[in-house]
């Protein structure tokens, strides 16, 4: 199993609401990923496409593992959070829902900060498109990581 492969199983099990959603993790790179939300009854709104709250999961979800992966290697010695999110729904959104995540920065850039600061902050856009591959929304998730303290 790949890194990515491992990062991806330990994602799925480590984020319940997620999962309870229905978001799947489809695939995790170096700062990017992608994710998606097939449209269920749990997931419409009163007119009978994806909830914006659904919408809104799948793509925080896809930043995430986007962080995730740019930091695979230092993952477990960081403390991630999402600092502040902005979307913009584009047009409904109806049926198998995609989001692509890709962190804007790169790698060298953010680890130089990171050890120079002991903590980043970043933003990671989001691509959302339907099956037809029309964009339904567009989101930007600043993401916060921080070194761990130190075991007393």
Known sequence: MTPFAALKAQLSAVVP???HVGI???EIGEGTATTVLEQS???SNHIATMHAGALFTLAEAASGAAMAGMFLERLAALRPVAASATI???KPAR????ARAEVDGSKAALLAVLD????ARFPVSVSIADA???????MTVDWHVAGLAPAA
């Open 17 to 19: 609401f997620a999962a």
């Open 24 to 26: 799947e993790i489809r």
């Open 41 to 43: 009854p749990s997931t």
């Open 88 to 90: 913009d729904f584009v």
């Open 95 to 98: 049926g198998s829902i995609t």
């Open 116 to 119: 120079a600061e002991g903590k």
């Open 132 to 138: 037809e591959q029309r964009e339904v929304a567009r």
